[in-house]
Structure formats: C-alpha cells, structure tokens
C-alpha cells in the first residue's frame, strides 16, 4: 500500500477492527508492517475516522501513517508503536467504536530459567527444564552435545526422548550412551538463543525393589483459549510403575488430549479442558500406589453471547436493549452511545448490566448503542442502532406547563393546549420525579383532554421535583413538554427529637440528641427549644434555644441533688414541632464519685430500642454498666436515683457501648437508665425517655392472654449470607396475630449487641445481611395487636460458605538458597468457609498480566512451603490467595524477595567422607595383603611343594611315589591340565573363560584335526612351576570314592556350585589352589554340548559359584556304533563298586550321558573320561595302581572339545580308597 507516493509496501499484515469477533492480541513481527481497517458496518459511509491508543486520540509520526481511505500503518520500527488501537467512525446518523487490538512487537527474552545437572541412575528418567517468554511463542527444541537429539532407527520403536511444549525435555530409560551435555534452543521469527549446558551423568543402577514416587508432579496451570496445556507426570519406582490420568469430577477426559509418554498435553485448550486432573502411579502387581492432582483454568477472551438488537419505535415509547456476553475472567459491560458512555438517569437506566432502558423515548435518544464486555484479556463489542419515529398529523407538545406549591405535600400544575392539532387530544401524560439524587423513580398519571390544571399530592415537604408533560392523540405521542423543577413548601417537624440526658458534674445536666431524619424534619431545621423545670416548682418553665447544627447543650448552675424535668422541640422556618414528653434527670449529690455515662443516644424501632452510650469522665474507676428500662405513664411521678423495682436491669462488662432492648410494644412510652458501677458504689444514671414508633392500626384491644409462638419452625440456608425461615401459625390462639417477630443472633453468643430483630406479617423470611459460613439461632413470636407471646424453641441453621473476604495473612517469605524461597502465611481473618487452598502466585516480572504468573496450589492445612526450581540472584514478587470451596478470595498485596547469587563452596562433608573411604579401602587392602602373606609363609613351611619340585603325578601321604610314573607318558593327572607347548600355529585369540584357562581338551594330543587350546608362546614349557602349592588331604577308611557313576540329577536349587556338591559326596578330597597368569589362544568356534553327566558334576560353560544355571539345551545323543569294550578288572570292579555299593553286574560299567548309556568310560580326577579303561592295571612301585584308559580317543560329533570344568572356585578335588591313579 502507497501513501503520498512515497513508501510502498507489498505484504502489509491486515487487521480489520470492527464490534464482532476478531483478534484482540497482533504481534509486529519486523520488517512487515501492520494495516489496521476500520469497518463498523454502518449503513452510512462514515465521514471521519478518529484513532485511539490507550484511549487517547492518535497523531501521525514516522512509525504511524494515516491512510486517505482511513486506515493506519503501523510500522515495527520501534516499542513506542505498542498500544490498545481502536477506531471511532462517525456518520450523520451517529458514531460507532470498534473493540480494542493491542499491539506488540515481536521479541525473545534471554533464558528465565536455564537446565540443571542431572544425575540420573541406569534405566532411570531424566528431566530438563527451560523456560523463555517470547513473542510470538517461541518453538523449543534440545540438542545433545550441540547435535540434534538422535531420532529412533526403527519407526516402531518408542522415542525414549520426549520434548514437551512448555520446554521440558525427558529421556526415558537413560542409558551410558545418553551421557553428555544437553541445552535448550528457543528461536521464533526474531531470533534463536542457546541454554547453558547441562550435563547428564548415568550411574549404575540399583535392580533392588523400591518404592513408588512422583518426581515431577502435574502443576496447576491458568492457559488462554487456544494455548497448549501440558501436565507432567513423572514417576520412579522399581519395578517401574504403571502411570494413569483420570479426571476428579469423573467425567472422561476429551478425546483430543494427548498422552506422551506419561504426560498429558492438550495441544489446543478449550473450555470444557478446565478442571482438576489426577495422576496415579501404580507399583505392578500391587495395589499400592501414589497420586498428584492439578487444576487447569482456561482463561477466555470476552464474547457477545445474547447482542443487542436494532428497534424502530415511535416517540414516547420504551426501548429495551439486552446484551449477554461471558468469558473468565467474568467480563465487565458498560454502555456506550454514538461511541460516548450512556448518560444515566431517571428516564435511562439499566435493569442490571445486561439490560438497557430508555422510558419515553424522544428524537434525542436516536442513534447507535453498543454494548462493550472488557476483560484482562481483550474486549468484545456488539451494535444495536435504534430509530425512533415521528408520524405526521401528531400534537405539539403543551405549552407553559407551570408548577405551583400548593403546600409541602402538594402542588399545582397548570398549563395550555397543545398548539397544533390540540383537537386531536385524547388525553394527557404528566411526569414527575426528585430532581436531587441519583435512581430515582419516575411517577406518570394520565388527564383527559378537557382540563389545563392537575394538583399532584402525597409529595415530600421541602423536597424538589421535576415535571413534564406529553399529549396523545390516535395517530401517537407529541415531544415532551419543557420540564420544569418546584421545591415543595416546609412543614413544621412531625416529630420531636430523642433526648438522652446526664450529669457530669452536681450542677450540671448535659442534653443529647440525634437529628431528625428528612421524613421526619419536612424542612431544614433552623433552631432546637429545651424546656426544663424541676419537680418542686412545676409552674417555672425555662426554655434555651440552640442552632440547628448542634447536636446537644448543657444545662448550667442546677441544684444539686434535684430533680428536673425536660422537653426538647425542634424548629423549621414553619414553627416548632410538638415538644417530647417530659424526661425526668436527677442531678448528683456533691460528694458522689462516679460521673453518668455520657452521650446516651437511643435510636426507637416500633418494638424495640437501640442504646447506645459513652464512658463517663472517670472511665478508669468504673468495672462496668447496668442497664434498666421499663414502661411508664406521662403522669407517673418522678423516679428517685435508683430504678425502680418493676424495671428490667440487664449487667453489662466495661467494653459494651450499645444494646438493644426488644420485645417492645409500639407506641409505648420507655424510660431507659444506663449508669456505671465498681465493686464499692453505683454512679448516677443518664435517663432517655421517649416512645416506639407507631403502628398503622391503633386500635387498643382487651387484655387477652399473649398470643402461642409459632409452631414448625424450619431454617434452610438460601446463601451465603441468607437463610430462608418458615413457619406455621398456632395450632389455636385466642388472639388475632398481627405480625411476627424473628431473634436471630450467632449460635453461643453471649454479646447482647449480636441479637438482631426482624419482623414479618407473612409465615416466612428471608434474614439477609448475615455472615458467611457462620452458625445462628432463631426464633420467632407471634404478636397480637398490643402485646407479644413468647418465642418460639430456637432452631439453628448455618449459612453456605463463600469465598474469602480477606486474604492470608502475615506473608513471609525467605530465601533458603539461590534456587528455592519458603513462603509462609496465616489463614485469612475471614475466611468464609472451610479452606481447602491456598493460591500461591510468583513471577519474576512484576509487569507481567496475572495469567503470565507461575500458580501454584497448596492443600488447605499447610501454611509454610518451599518453592523449587528459582532461578538464582532474581527478585520474585508473591501473592496469595486463600480458596474454599465456593472459590478463591482476594490476594494479598504482593511481597518480593531476593535469592542470592549462587555461590561455590566446597563442600567440606562430601570431601571429609570421601577421604575417609579412600583411608578405609586402603587399609582393607593392607591387611588383605599381609592376611595373603602369612598364609603363604604358614603353608610353605608346613611342607608343601615348592614349584621346582612338581612332577607330573601326586605325592600322596606318606607312600612314596615311584620314579616310573614319571615315565608315564599317558599319565591323566594335574599336569594335564592344560597341554605341553605346541609349535603349531595359533589360532585367533580370545578372551577365555575360567574353564578354558585351567583346562584342556580331551584327548586333544591324539587328534589333531580338532582345535585345541594352544599357549600364545608367552609361558614356559613347565607350566606347573606356576601351581604355586598343593595341599593334599587324606582322610584313611573312606567309606566310598566320590568317582563313581552315582547318577544325581541337577536341579535349579543347586545353587551353591560345584564345590557344594562335590563337598557332600565324601570326605577323601585333594585341594589344589591354581593361579595362572597367562593368556589363551582363543579356540576356534565349536559345536558345544552341554552333557548332563549323572555324576552331578559341573558341565562346560557352566554357571560360577553363587550363580544360577542356565537352561540346558537339548542332549546330543551318542551313535550306537561304538567299539567293543575290554573286559574290566576285578580290581576296577573294587574300585567301582567303592563309590556306590558293589555293582550289580560283572559287565562293562555304564555312566549316563545325555539320558544314552557310555559304556567303558573311564573316570580321571573326579570326571567321565571319553576314554575306555585298559584292560588290565599297572602297578606302582609304592604300591599304588593306577588305569590307563586306551589311546584312541572318542570321535562322535556333539561331544565336547574339551572336558567339563571341574572347579569354578580354584579347588581341584580327587579322592581314591586305594591310592589309585587314572592315566590318560
């Protein structure tokens, strides 16, 4: 768009400003300007449009431009641009406004808060937080050492990282490869900033059961309509617990509210997402579980719901404008006319915000009316255009309408027909209403056509009012008349004023008295008469007059110990009202000491008396007051000092200033005495004399019994601050009931000022003006027409709870440390209910709008708390708020505090306890060692073997071993644990396990095509110097040989190892302790077989020592080919049969492999050897024997390459009855 011809600009953003729906936010994002339209949608074309910012009419500048069709540019050159804009466009008909847009430049603040260190264990859950205000809402993303977060390689696979729109990252199931530093990227169209770092450490984790907790529970959230909402829920527990959401008013929760994760997110908030969520995390398999509730408030733009509709009506008539709008905030609506605020009066007014009354509708009141609902969040506008019609051929109004006081409640309206078509008269409307004060009631009466003068009565003395007056005709109504004001005349007062009298000193008596009411006066009051006389002599009347501004005069140079008598009259420019009855004083004696109350004012109700009083001038000698009241005649005799024996005294303390006297008759003369008293002495008493107010019918009935109370007496509470009282009347009462009266007063109230007084003539009431959440005692009493009954029995009835009427109070707050703060408070003075919160509201903004603040919620028992997650040296501003169940009540003012800045210290526990536990894993390693060294001495010297003693074959006791077994090349004993030094090539290396480090494969020497285990050329060729000892035990008289072919199952409750089981089976044990420090050539991959060997032996590959046994795989069956096996010895047979018994047959033994039957496999060290047994034996030079399986080895396919393990604990355990050997 051009102006002048000078600046053009192609892609302006376009905003229409009209009074319907439309954006109230517009955010100027440089370089596009911004073009604000003004359409009101008038049928006239306007004939100026007038800009307004903040409410004040616009001028053009550089960054503002106004355009020849009446539009603004706006350009983002600079914040003085930012303001509320509306438009005002006028026609010939009237002026129309339009809402308000604000506008605000585009922009991203630094990091608010930036995300910490964590330290999360294995599989855990992080969580990092970020938070930046923005304008327009800046997008969040993370990334991973300055990389962005890794996606997941498969589609099916879950997203272990989750990034929620409130700028909070979670890694589920945290791993070592997810450690390193992580920051927060915010860009929008202005710009993009980075976080600080924060590195994520992942410690192993504890697979211990735990119990349930939610780390990072939902907060309670206030969003604006159509803004995400997100409600974390973050539990941790072991094992890891099942989260759910669910509503807490049981309704489901909308169907486009997204779960991610365990968190909820409503990607666009709407109305019916407002409410109290609760999260529930389960521990599995359990019913236990733990659960966190948040409230979520969606704050809304104000809308027209119900707009005013356009009317054409005729002169004289009424028009009625109705305009519903809602939103939350609850939005305000306010009038406007022609684009000016409506002029109140008595003839337009509203009947409550949303209804618009215009009575007697003129050519003035033509125009456009809107209806503008404004909240903390925008305004919204609606347009109703009213015509009002004029016929032809109608009456001019009257003319020289004139109104005369024809006294002070009357006047006289005279004036003259109507100048044209006055023959067309039917009838005549007069008007009249206060012209002083605000909603004032508009009186009209009607006059026929054939009189010029009206006298309107019943008017208020001294009191103006204006007329007019409108003339009818068929065809309709004329303009009204021209209005004209009168002051009615003054009348004397209609009633004497109140007297209270008292003495303060014994020649004195003090006059008091309230001014008359403007019903009363009828006039201004210009002068007050007092007539006093004593009793003595009651023919000397004196009388003082005073202004008509003073409310009290003293009486000087009395007698003291005198009675006197007064009467008070008040004046007008009219004369005196009637003077008071006559009240009767008492003047002190000299020597008394207490003085009379002062100022004793009594205020007179039709059935009661409101007294009220100050202290006398020695209130310190005083511990409290008496009160006495009773009926008296005009021609009673004066009373003495004290009262008399038929008056009521009622005790009161030193700090009650008022009470009030009920169950009155009206139109009854009282006489009422107040005075003060200590424990010694009574005071004087100040005396009030006068009467209840009328009643309308004055009519003295005999003297029946007192009227029965009323029966079915109900109270139901209707408010908060109301409570409906019903009841029925007396079964049967001898007197005509005229009206009821009701004592209500607070439950337990012992404060006679508490006690309030109603009256009814109807069954039912409605006690207004009553205090929220309290509990009252009723009653009621029927009255007949001159006297009372008796109450009723008191019913109690609380009123409803309401919100707080104040806030909490005594707001503390205190920062712990550079991150947190602890807030506390007290419960509100008038709390109003049951508080259920507490509100607690923080920004670090002060400028901020309130629905930008951080909210909390606070269960209502809780008055102090600690608020996390602060960012260090910040000033914080708080308020709270206390909540019942109605709502919340107002905030207290708000407070701030400072955190500190955060600081770095060593922290001197942590490192105290970490040198002390470097100090305590030192000194265990010490003693180990030297525990290890003193063993090895003791073990040396008790005479073991020293490494260059070793031979191939055991030394057992105390049989010497013959030198021949040396020469046994075939000999299968401990040296054959792992084979000579091969000079074949080695195979690849691995790491090896226990087994293959201390074994080797059987029969590995005679077959070669099968891969063996091989030195890597880095150990000498006897290896056995590296057994650093042997420890032979032998225990003679063995009952049996733990080598045998015993078939004992294994079963998953072995669980302590080899050595347990090998423990059990016989007490003859050889226990060799093997330390090789060495490296294997890794053996070339195999078919493995897991044979399951009756022995209950461990297998290859088996579990260590302390650990479970894996799940066996299925058993290799053996082929049935096998070679014939040699005839076994008897001595064999001996030895065989040394393990289980002897056997039962002479055949070839049998040992199970895999469910099939080895038969002729021989046994070496406590393990099945592959190898059939020789036939026969060789004999040893001490003695001993030894068998010697047969070279060749077994070849089937499925059988282990090398022999099971046979210690998992470094113990190698043989046994033999007979000091045998076993030979390869």
């Given amino acids: 768009m051009e102006r002048s011809g000078e600046v053009r600009w192609e892609n302006p953003v376009s905003v229409e400003l009209s009074c319907g729906v439309g954006p109230v936010h517009v955010v100027l994002e440089p370089p596009d300007p911004v073009l604000l339209d003004c359409h009101l949608g008038a049928t006239e074309a306007p004939l100026n449009i007038t800009w307004l910012r903040d409410g004040v009419v616009l001028s053009e500048s550089e960054a503002i431009q106004l355009l020849p069709n009446g539009s603004l540019l706006v350009l983002p050159s600079s914040r003085d641009v930012e303001g509320a804009y509306s438009c005002l466009s006028g026609s010939s008909f009237g002026a129309l406004t339009s809402r308000t847009v604000t506008l605000q430049l585009a922009s991203l603040s630094r990091f608010l808060q930036d995300p910490e260190p964590q330290v999360v264990p294995e599989s855990g859950t992080a969580r990092f937080e970020c938070h930046v205000d923005g304008l327009p809402t800046p997008s969040i993303t993370w990334e991973k050492d300055q990389a962005p977060l890794p996606v997941p390689t498969e589609p099916d696979d879950a997203p272990r990282y989750v990034t929620l729109p409130n700028g909070v990252l979670q890694i589920l199931g945290v791993s070592k490869e997810d450690e390193g530093l992580y920051r927060c990227v915010a860009s929008n169209s202005v710009r993009k900033r980075y976080s600080q770092d924060a590195s994520l450490t992942v410690t192993p984790g504890t697979p211990e059961e735990s119990e349930v907790v939610i780390t990072a529970p939902p907060r309670d959230l206030t969003v604006v309509l159509g803004q995400p909402a997100v409600l974390e829920c973050m539990a941790q527990g072991q094992p890891k617990p099942f989260v759910s959401w669910s509503r807490q008013d049981g309704r489901p ?82 009038w406007l006319k022609n684009g000016e605020p409506v002029q109140w009066s008595a003839r337009v007014k509203t009947q409550g915000p949303s209804v618009l009354l215009i009575n007697q509708l003129g050519l003035e009141d033509a125009g456009y009316y809107q209806c503008i609902a ?81 006298h309107v009565k019943e008017l208020q003395p001294h009191t103006a009012y204006t007329f007019y007056m409108v003339a009818y005709s068929p ?45 009363l006066s009828r006039g201004a009051i210009t002068r007050y008469r007092i007539d006093y006389r004593t009793l003595e002599q009651a023919e000397d009347v004196f009388s003082v007059e005073v202004g008509g501004n003073e409310t009290q005069a003293t009486l000087k140079d009395l007698k003291p110990n005198h009675t006197y008598q007064l009467r008070m009259a ?26 009379a109350p002062t100022e004793l004012k009594v205020r007179a109700k039709m059935r009661s008396l409101h007294v009220t009083w100050q202290p006398p001038p020695n209130p310190t000698q005083i511990t409290g007051y008496k009160l006495a009241y009773r009926e008296v005649d005009v021609e009673e005799p004066a009373n003495e000092e004290t009262p008399v024996a038929d008056a009521h005294q009622i005790r009161l303390r030193k700090r009650v200033k008022h009470y009030e006297i009920t169950g009155l008759a009206p139109d009854r003369l009282y006489e009422v005495k107040v005075w ?34 009323p029966s079915s007496v109900k109270a139901h509470a209707n408010s908060s601050t109301s409570i409906w009282l019903r009841w029925e009347k007396p079964p049967f009462s001898n007197v005509r009931i005229i009206t009821y009266t009701i004592r209500c007063s607070p439950a337990g109230t012992r404060n006679a000022s508490l006690v309030s007084y109603y009256t009814s003539t109807s069954q039912e009431i409605l006690l207004g003006a009553l205090k929220p959440f309290t509990r009252y005692e009723l009653a009621v009493q029927s009255n007949g027409i001159s006297m009372g009954g008796p109450f009723s029995g008191t019913v109690e009835e609380s009123t409803l709870a309401d919100r707080p009427s104040s806030p909490p109070t005594d707001l503390q707050l205190s920062a712990i440390d550079p991150f947190s703060v602890l807030v506390s408070w007290r419960p509100p003075l008038e709390p109003n209910g049951i508080i259920v919160s507490y509100r607690m509201l923080y920004s670090g903004n002060l400028s901020q709008p309130e629905y930008l603040w951080t909210n909390l919620s606070h269960d209502g028992s809780v008055t102090s708390t600690e608020v996390l997650g602060l960012m260090s040296g910040t000033r914080y501003y708080f308020k709270m708020g206390a909540c019942t169940e109605v709502g919340v009540g107002p905030f207290s003012s708000i407070k701030d505090v400072h955190t500190p800045s955060k600081t770095y210290e060593l922290d001197i526990n942590a490192v105290t306890g970490i040198i ?29 073997l020293e490494p260059s003693a070793l031979s191939s074959q055991y030394r057992r006791g105390a049989h010497p071993v013959s030198t021949a077994v040396s020469d046994c090349t075939d000999c299968h004993e401990l040296e054959t644990l792992m084979p000579p030094l091969t000079h074949e090539p080695a195979l690849p290396l691995t790491e090896p396990n226990e087994q293959q480090s201390l074994m080797s494969s059987v029969g590995a020497a005679d077959d070669p095509a099968e891969p063996k285990l091989t030195w890597n050329g880095s150990v000498r060729r006897d290896w056995t110097n590296r057994i650093t000892r042997y420890r032979d035990t ?58 399951d060997l009756s022995l209950g032996s461990p297998v290859s590959q088996g579990p260590s020592y302390g650990e479970e046994a894996p799940p066996q795989p299925p058993t290799t069956h053996l082929p049935e080919s096998r070679p014939p096996s040699p005839p076994v010895s008897n001595h064999t047979l001996g030895v065989l049969s040394n393990h289980n018994g002897p056997l039962e047959s002479n055949g070839p033994y049998q040992v199970t492999v895999g469910g099939d039957k080895l038969e002729g496999m021989g046994l070496t060290n406590g393990f099945h050897s592959p190898e059939s047994l020789r036939p026969g034996r060789e004999s040893l030079e001490n003695g001993d024997y030894r068998l010697c399986p047969k070279r060749k080895a077994l070849s089937q396919p499925g059988l282990p390459l090398s022999p099971p393990a046979f210690a998992t604990s470094g113990l190698v355990q043989s046994t033999s009855g007979a000091h045998g050997y076993l030979c390869p």
């Avoid at 506008?381 to 024809?406: D, E, F, M, N, Y």
């Avoid at 409640?409 to 209403?433: C, K, R």
């Avoid at 065809?475 to 007297?499: C, F, I, K, N, Y």
């Avoid at 003047?587 to 003085?595: A, C, G, N, R, S």
């Fill in 253 to 334: 929760i909308a169907t486009d509210v997204v779960v991610l994760a365990t968190n909820l997110v409503i990607p666009d908030t709407h109305s019916h997402h407002a409410g109290v969520y609760v999260c529930r995390a389960n521990k599995p398999k359990t019913r236990e579980f733990v659960s966190a509730s948040a409230e979520i408030r969606v704050l809304a733009p104000p809308i027209i719901l119900e707009p005013p509709e356009s009317r054409a009506l005729s002169r004289a008539n009424t028009a009625r404008f109705v305009c519903n709008s809602s939103g939350d905030p609850a939005p305000v609506l306010h």
């Fill in 374 to 454: 404004s909240n903390s969040l925008g305004t919204a506008c609606a347009t109703a255009k009213l015509l009002v019609i004029v016929k032809q051929g109608l009456p001019s109004p009257p003319r020289r309408l004139q109104a005369t006081p024809h006294s002070s409640t009357s006047a006289l309206l005279t004036w003259d027909p109507p100048e044209s078509n006055s023959d067309q008269v039917i009838g005549f409307s007069i008007h009249y209403q206060r012209a002083t004060g605000s909603d004032n009631m508009e009186y009209q009466f009607a006059v026929n056509n054939d009189t010029t003068e009206f």
């Fill in 475 to 519: 065809m309709g109504a004329s303009h009204p008349s021209q209005s004209v004001t009168v002051e009615m005349l003054e009348d004397v007062p209609s009633a004497p004023p109140q007297l209270s009298l008292l003495s303060t000193s014994p020649t004195e008596i003090r006059v008091m008295w309230l001014p008359l009411s403007l019903q």
């Fill in 570 to 595: 008040a004046g007008t420019r009219a004369g005196f009202s009637q003077p008071s009855e006559w009240a009767i004083h008492h003047t002190p004696k000299l020597t008394q000491v207490l003085f």
């Fill in 676 to 709: 003060a008293c200590n424990k010694q002495t009574e005071g004087y008493p100040a005396v009030w004399k006068g009467r209840t107010e009328k009643f309308t019918d004055r009519v003295r009935p005999p003297d029946y019994l007192p009227p029965l109370p």
């Fill in 916 to 944: 002390v536990g470097v100090c305590l894993g030192l000194l265990c390693i010490l003693l180990c060692m030297c525990v290890s060294f003193r063993n090895g001495k003791s073990r040396e010297a008790s005479g073991g």
């Fill in 1034 to 1091: 032998i225990i003679e008289d063995s009952p049996s040989l733990i080598n045998g072919p015993r078939e004992v199952p294994v079963n998953e409750n072995s669980m302590n190892g080899h050595e347990e089981r090998l423990h059990s089976l016989g007490s003859n044990r050889v226990e060799a302790e093997v330390i090789v420090h060495s490296e294997l050539s890794e053996a070339v991959d195999g078919v493995q077989s897991d044979t």
